[in-house]
């Protein structure tokens, strides 16, 4: 897993921690050392004040399960101001927007204030402009005389901007400005221009107690090589890892005996179907209540027997589950953050806007069926049909490595010759028989997987798979209604329809990584 990766600045009045490369995962290594000749009344103060911030740190790391490395380096970038634009990045629900919100609860000095944009609950720039404008107009000045002057152009609401934080830095206030879900500017109109200068900011306003935090899906790369403008800090947070998530669902539970137990039964298989914790929250809280009916008491603690019972109990509803589409609740976090604008309805971070957005919303549109079903579409799309034999042993499993060594160079140069002229005609055309027979295939290598689940001895049947060839027709015309496959008319020499799949590779790879399917291992490549 890559760890992340924050570029430490000299320029900064943290530089003594923010230097140190132990201090991510380690704080309390961080602190510079004090000589000791120095030693007497400054280690005093010096210890009350590691006392703080070991205090300050550990409330935060409590709130913040598998975010240790990140709390630290958010505590250390972010005070004390003046501090150079902070960016986190990272996937979907990886905790970005609740640890920035945690440790701007946490940092000092104070008094400071916090203007906070929600992109995806803002339509256009102009609600941008009025949302931070209005967080940071005065509270004695009222919302109507603010409207009317909401600036359209983007210059206009920089030199808005500045006016209403210099009346802030000239009262020795720090301003904390933080643009959530960055991404979403580039899908307005004239988007690029905006994030451009959104992202000049710190350049443009020059107001040293200004600290600009940027929270986004990606990388810093992404906005800087476009900008020139001068490069944040940044704290990257990876895909949490299945320990991390149990950690964070374990936290505060009333019953940690029972819910640990229910835990290791259902979260590894759902956890392949998705790794966002809102939408495991959001998916095992009506399994747990499941789990728990044949017990009359909720604070009991089961012991083996109880548990193989409760066990028995919930493995059909965990099969239903798997293949169920999650929905999840609006997040709590956005709708905490009161943005200002009243005339927009915070809407829930489940809009599609944009190609991108379309690719990760798949992850829980889409049940676990209909993604392996889609993946079999892809590859069938993809190879030729010749060399499915080769790409699928008999398990199921591919095997090509071993059957590439025994081909003859001559075969293997007409494979070669074969996949070229099938990339440059784009996706073809396959019948339903071989959809379903790759289908076969990689669902049989996938039982496989989920057989490593910690559950009493070949209780689990296959896990939630068993009900995964069930409704494949329906699920196949669902995915050519959504257009994701398309089906042609029937073919003169067979009789029967043909179906091509329109979805592109990248996307083929995500919706495969949201079910743990090694999709580039079938993939032929020359
Ligand atoms: N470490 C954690 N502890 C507790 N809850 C967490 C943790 N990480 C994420 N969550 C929960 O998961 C949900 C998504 O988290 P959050 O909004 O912070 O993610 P994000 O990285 O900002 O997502 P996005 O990129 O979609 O905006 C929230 O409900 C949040 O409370």
Redesign the pocket.
């Known amino acids: 897993m890559s760890h992340p990766v924050t570029p430490r600045r000299s320029t900064r009045s943290s530089a003594g921690s923010a230097s140190d490369p132990a201090s991510p995962t380690s704080p309390s290594k961080s602190r510079p050392k004090s000589t000791p000749r120095r030693q007497l009344i400054p280690a005093a103060a010096k210890e009350e004040e590691g006392e703080d911030e070991r205090s300050t740190i550990n409330a935060l790391l409590e709130?913040?399960?598998?975010?240790r490395a990140q709390a630290s380096d958010l505590l250390r970038l972010l005070a004390p101001a003046p501090a150079l634009p902070l960016l986190l990045y990272?996937?979907?629900?990886?905790?970005?927007?609740?640890?920035l919100l945690l440790a701007l609860r946490h940092i000092l000095p104070r008094p400071r204030l916090v203007a906070y944009a929600a992109l995806r609950s803002l339509p256009s720039p102009r609600s941008l402009f009025a949302s931070l404008l209005s967080q940071l107009s005065p509270p004695s000045s009222s919302s109507a005389s603010c409207r009317k002057r909401v600036p359209d152009k983007p210059s206009d609401f920089v030199a808005a901007l500045r006016d209403a934080l210099a009346t802030h830095c000239a009262q020795g206030e720090s301003v904390y400005l933080v643009f959530?879900?960055l991404e979403v500017v580039r899908s307005w109109d004239k988007g690029g221009q905006l994030l451009a200068l959104i992202l000049r900011l710190h350049d443009l306003l020059r107001l040293p107690q200004v600290v600009l935090v940027y929270?986004s899906?990606a990388t810093p790369d992404a906005y800087y090589s476009m900008t020139g403008s001068v490069e944040p800090n940044h704290i990257y947070?990876p895909d949490?890892t299945v320990d991390e998530v149990r950690d964070?669902l374990m936290?505060g539970h009333p019953n940690p005996k029972l819910y640990t137990s229910f835990l290791s039964v259902v979260l590894k298989p759902l956890f392949r179907v998705t790794r966002?914790?809102?939408e495991l929250g959001a998916a095992l809280e009506p399994l747990f209540r499941r789990y728990c009916e044949p017990l009359g008491d909720m604070n009991a603690v089961p012991d083996e027997s109880t548990k193989r019972r409760l066990f028995e109990h919930i493995q059909p509803h965990l099969a239903v589950a798997l293949n169920e589409t999650f929905s999840v609740p609006m997040?709590?976090?956005v709708d905490q953050c009161k943005d200002g604008n009243s005339g927009v309805k915070a809407s829930t971070?489940r809009q599609f806007s944009g190609r991108d957005s379309l690719s990760t919303e798949l992850e829980f549109h889409m049940s676990v069926s209909a993604k392996y079903l889609l993946l079999s579409a892809f590859l069938a799309s993809r190879n030729p049909a010749t060399l499915d034999a080769a790409l699928f042993d008999s398990t199921g499993g591919s095997d090509n490595h071993k059957r590439k060594r025994k081909s003859s160079q001559a075969s293997i140069n007409m494979k070669d010759t074969m996949v070229e002229e099938m990339l440059m005609k784009g996706p073809g055309t396959f019948p339903l028989e071989r959809l379903l027979a790759i289908f076969q295939c990689i669902t049989s290598v996938s039982k496989d997987d989920l057989s490593d689940v910690e559950c009493p001895d070949s209780m689990m049947n296959g896990s939630g798979m068993t009900g995964l060839m069930s409704d494949i027709l329906l699920q196949l015309s669902t995915l050519c209604n959504s257009n994701f496959l398309s089906k042609s008319r029937s073919c003169p020499l067979e009789g029967s329809a043909r179906y091509r799949s329109n979805i592109d590779e990248d996307l083929a790879l995500k919706v495969a990584r949201s079910v743990s399917f090694p999709l580039s291992k079938y993939i032929y490549r020359r």
């Open positions: 709130a913040l399960p598998g975010r990272g996937g979907a629900a990886t905790g970005k927007t609740r640890a959530d879900n929270v899906s947070f949490y964070i936290r966002r914790v809102d997040r709590a976090s971070k």
